[in-house]
Nanobody, 126 residues
Framework: QVQLVESGGGSVQAGGSLRLSCTAS?????????MGWFRQAPGKEREGVAA????????VYADSVKGRFTISQDNTKNTWYLQMNSLTPEDTAMYYC??????????????????WGQGTQVTVSS
């Protein structure tokens, strides 16, 4: 059974940084699959933030986080990361990791991902 556990969320002031982690158990990395980070703010739809191909090759970012967020992975630890810098209050949301998406489908399509974590809260104060 695949389980994803996110960690690293918290409360920071604007301009601060956080690094989120997502550790998978029971999951085997597949170079033809992708992993993504999504977020959902209160009253808003869940949106894609960043995604990475499991071979570490391709990455994509939402325009709102380009240049501030970096997605990475450590296959030896079955862990993905989202380094978030220059945080703003608009980044406040519950952040979710998701894995096992197909590379040939939309990387921003939530239905493309088979497994999801429980989420970790990020709160940025001004």
């Amino acid at each position: 059974q695949v389980q994803l556990v996110e960690s690293g969320g918290g409360s920071v002031q604007a301009g601060g940084s956080l690094r989120l982690s997502c550790t998978a158990s029971g999951y085997t990395f597949n170079s033809r699959k992708i992993m993504g980070w999504f977020r959902q703010a209160p009253g808003k739809e869940r949106e894609g933030v960043a995604a990475i191909r499991s071979d570490g090759g391709n990455t994509v970012y939402a325009d709102s986080v380009k240049g501030r967020f970096t997605i990475s992975q450590d296959n030896t630890k079955n862990t993905w990361y989202l380094q978030m810098n220059s945080l703003t209050p608009e980044d406040t949301a519950m952040y979710y990791c998701a894995v096992d998406g197909f590379i040939y489908r939309s990387w921003w399509d939530r239905s493309n991902y088979k497994y999801w974590g429980q989420g970790t809260q990020v709160t940025v104060s001004s």
